[in-house]
């Protein structure tokens, strides 16, 4: 059995090396990170600190707070080398060359203690190279792990096993790495850049060949191969500028020189335009300038004309056909629209796409034995709503196949096996007995096959196919996920809280008085809870509806003291977003379970309003400093990380965290699990102290030291006397103690006075229209 990992060395400190031991500090991992002695470097282990300070500095950020970086050691090779002994994993992120890599393992075979795990984050030098003539016992404990950038965000991670890796470290690093480092797990072969790189250089490299065949421009590409499609706003030519063309072409370059019987291995020579921007060193983001940069004080963003390399100011290209198939869900109906259009949309979309899952069908068994891998790889690498292979699913199987058939384009004999089959898609439905079952269709043996259940993680989805839901309504569903646990899943836009919400939660906690255990609030999606549904109260402040108004506010927020003092446990899992009303129901909640990824706060103030559904007052029993809490709440302040959440006091002590997103609702239900024997929810509070008049003073000098400085509107100062009136518990002398309801009741009353004025009604409308706060 190998042994516990309390300790990692990390070898090479450039933007991998760095962010992997950022991640594993985020982990609470100790790790020794080395690298080169700089010549006439201030201090010897300077390319390191480099490595430190520039994933510190660095966006989006690579630590989950600044003081995680405690967790690493800095060193260098030649005096600090012996220091691996004393580390259970030694992970090797040097420059992608042979000779560089072999001689820095010399040393590392010399050093390390017996049994500690060696692995290498290469993408595409074969193992068998780098492991070549070490000992049995050495290639025993080596594989590639192969963690994509940046290794925080990004849920993939490749694990190859070496020729001769024992299967029980294979295993057990896989393991560490779903559970401890929060990372979705895909073994691979020990082919040219494995699964993700070969699949995704096959896909951005065909984008750039049908952009110059078919005389498009930067933006156009970048607007038809974003969101439109399924894909990341990071589209195709954003994304070469954030991965650096210098590193793409080394990817392509390599992958070229290492499939010599690869169909499509033409496909894998880089543009001249790519070449020469190479060549210029306009190579992207950490360069300055790459398919775009930013120009002038007011940082405008420019792009390249790919035929002239002259930049300029970046359009927004507009296609009639996507002004109604833009917001077509679900994507796959949207898909199928747009392959269909005979425009430029099309006949640009068509041959990409069908070219991409082609090739995945090509690849398949070469690069993996199930195509279950290659769509994960995909999802979790890349950020692709959809791998290939659901892709081709989504487009409609049999009627695409046969599309590429009549074009006279061959279908891999893999696909004909297929066809004959009758099979209907590459995955369907196998549930029984209401567990969620799915199965794949095995390119191989040409017959489908169960996907193994993942214990520990939960797909809402799949419970509601499998067993239905106990309640619904179009905002959203009472699910039941069995073991007395019961699940309020949010479905709304932006799973924003509106009444089908409200009356869910409602029902939810009906059903918890008699028939469930405990309850739990979470969903699966873009973001957990973007907040209230503004639409609602700007129409209701607009018509004057004040009494409806209040009525509103005052069910939200009974409702969140429902979730507090319910007889039996509520615990909520909030993820990403979770904003406004979205924090103040985790808040109301017996404990949280939070995703890692947490960018939670309240927010009001962006649009011209305080906090009103008890969010105010649940600070004021979290935090003992006022001026920090009016600050948080004044300045609109989000975590950038659940861990900062915490030092918002977001969350509390017995407040848990996931590391692993996939494994977010199953452990909020363990959690709500263990709260169940002897649980007592107390009572409201009736003893709270606050500042008072006192506190009411501070916070006001706070608020006019800030407009005269110049940090806030003369609104945002209007915005924040009533916050401090809120904060203080209002006016009172001496050492005032007051309720919830008090506090609820002063929240209600600010949030009402604020609503009836034109200023807040134009920064709710200015977010409804842009996205975006208004300063008025």
């Known amino acids: 059995?190998?042994?516990?990992?309390?300790?990692?060395?990390?070898?090479?400190?450039?933007?991998?090396?760095?962010?992997?031991?950022?991640h594993f500090a985020n982990a609470r991992i100790p790790s020794l990170l080395l690298d080169i002695v700089i010549p006439n470097g201030k201090t010897r282990d300077q390319a390191a600190r480099n490595g430190v300070e520039a994933?510190?500095?660095?966006?989006?950020?690579?630590?989950?707070t600044p003081d995680a970086a405690r967790f690493i050691t800095t060193g260098n090779f030649d005096d600090d080398v012996s220091k691996i002994r004393d580390c259970d994993w030694i992970i090797e992120a040097v420059t992608e060359d042979l000779g560089v890599k072999r001689a820095l393992y010399d040393r590392v075979a010399e050093h390390r203690a017996p049994d500690a795990i060696v692995s290498t984050n290469t993408s595409g030098i074969p193992l068998s190279q780098i492991s070549e003539g070490y000992s049995s016992e050495?290639?025993?404990h080596f594989l590639g792990v192969h963690f994509f950038n940046p290794p925080r965000y990004l849920h993939l991670v490749e694990i190859i096993p070496g020729p001769a890796t024992r299967p029980e470290i294979t295993s057990f690093v896989s393991d560490f790495c779903d559970l401890h480092l929060g990372k979705g797990v895909v073994p691979c072969k020990d082919t040219p850049n494995f699964i993700a790189n070969r699949i995704g250089a096959f896909f951005g490299?065909?984008?750039?060949?049908?952009?110059?065949?078919?005389?498009?421009?930067?933006?156009?590409?970048?607007?038809?191969?974003?969101?439109?499609?399924?894909?990341?706003?990071?589209?195709?030519?954003?994304?070469l500028d954030i991965v650096g063309i210098d590193v793409w072409a080394h990817v392509t370059k390599n992958l070229y020189d290492g499939v010599p019987h690869d169909p499509f291995r033409d496909r894998f020579v880089l543009p001249p335009f790519l070449e020469e921007m190479v060549t210029r060193g306009w190579i992207g983001d950490k360069r300055g300038q790459g398919c775009y940069k930013r120009v002038g004080k007011d940082r405008a963003i420019h792009a390249i004309d790919w035929k002239t390399l002259e930049y300029h100011p970046a359009d927004k290209p507009r296609f009639t056909s996507l002004e109604n198939l833009r917001k077509l869900e679900p994507l796959g109906d949207r898909l199928k629209a747009l392959v269909a259009l005979d425009d430029k949309v099309g006949r640009f979309l068509w041959p990409a796409l069908s070219d991409y899952i082609l090739y995945a069908a090509h690849m398949t068994p070469e690069i993996s034995d199930r195509i279950v891998e290659i769509d994960r790889a995909m999802r979790w690498g890349y950020g692709h709503a959809l791998g290939p292979f659901e892709l081709w699913d989504a487009l409609g199987f049999e009627a695409t196949a046969r599309r590429i058939e009549a074009e006279g384009r061959p279908l891999p004999e893999n696909i004909h096996r297929m066809l004959w089959a009758q099979a209907k898609g590459f995955y369907r439905p196998a549930d029984t007995a209401g567990q969620p079952r799915t199965e794949y269709f095995d390119l191989a043996a040409s017959n489908y096959a169960l996907v193994e259940p993942r214990p520990g993680i939960t797909v809402l989805s799949e419970i509601k196919r499998a067993r239905g839901t106990v309640e619904s309504n179009p905002g959203a569903s009472l699910i039941d996920l069995g073991d007395g646990v019961i699940c309020c899943e949010f479905h709304s836009k932006m799973n924003s809280i509106g009444g089908d919400v409200s009356r869910m939660l409602?029902?939810?906690?009906?059903?918890?008085?008699?028939?469930?255990?405990?309850?739990?609030?979470?969903?699966?999606?873009?973001?957990?809870?973007?907040?209230?549904?503004?639409?609602?109260?700007l129409l209701t402040a607009q018509d004057e509806e004040w009494d409806d108004l209040n009525a509103l506010v005052n069910d939200f927020q009974q409702l969140n003291m429902s979730l507090k003092y319910a007889p039996k446990p509520v615990v909520a899992a909030p993820f990403n977003m979770a904003l406004g009303g979205g924090c103040e129901i985790p808040l109301h909640c017996a404990r949280i379970q939070a995703s890692a990824e947490l960018y939670i706060g309240m927010v009001e103030v962006g649009v011209g309003v305080i906090p009103a559904g008890g969010g105010c007052k649940e600070m004021i029993l979290r935090s003992r400093d006022v001026k920090k809490t009016f600050e948080q709440i004044g300045f609109a302040k989000v975590s950038a990380s659940a861990a900062e959440a915490r030092d918002f006091r977001y969350?509390?002590?017995?407040?848990?965290?996931?590391?692993?997103?996939?494994?977010?609702?199953?452990?909020?239900?363990?959690?709500?699990?263990?709260?169940?024997?002897?649980?007592?929810?107390?009572a409201p509070r009736t003893d709270i102290a606050v500042s008072g008049e006192a506190g009411y003073a501070l916070m006001q000098m706070g608020v006019w030291m800030a407009r005269q400085g110049g940090y806030i509107s003369d609104y945002d100062a209007v915005i924040g006397d009533k916050l401090a009136y809120i904060l203080s518990g209002g006016k009172l002398?001496?050492?005032?103690?007051?309720?919830?309801q008090y506090l609820l009741d002063l929240e209600r009353e600010m949030f009402l006075s604020l609503c009836g004025r034109k200023e807040t009604q134009q920064r709710i409308q200015h977010m409804l229209t842009?996205?975006?706060?208004?300063?008025n």
């Open 205 to 239: 490299a065909t984008i750039q060949r049908l952009t110059t065949e078919q005389d498009l421009t930067i933006e156009e590409v970048d607007v038809l191969t974003g969101p439109l499609i399924g894909l990341p706003k990071s589209a195709s030519f954003r994304l």
């Open 55 to 64: 994933a510190l500095k660095g966006k989006p950020g690579a630590f989950f």
């Open 770 to 775: 842009t996205g975006k706060p208004l300063r």
């Open 506 to 537: 409602r029902a939810g906690l009906k059903q918890l008085e008699s028939n469930f255990d405990a309850m739990i609030i979470a969903n699966q999606g873009p973001t957990f809870c973007a907040g209230a549904d503004l639409m609602m109260i």
């Open 1 to 22: 059995m190998p042994k516990p990992i309390r300790r990692v060395a990390i070898l090479g400190a450039g933007t991998m090396g760095s962010r992997i031991a950022a």
């Open 733 to 740: 002398s001496g050492t005032p103690q007051v309720s919830e």
């Open 138 to 140: 050495f290639r025993e």
């Open 651 to 682: 969350l509390r002590d017995g407040d848990r965290v996931s590391m692993n997103p996939e494994r977010l609702i199953d452990d909020a239900k363990q959690l709500a699990l263990s709260l169940v024997p002897g649980y007592a929810p107390g």
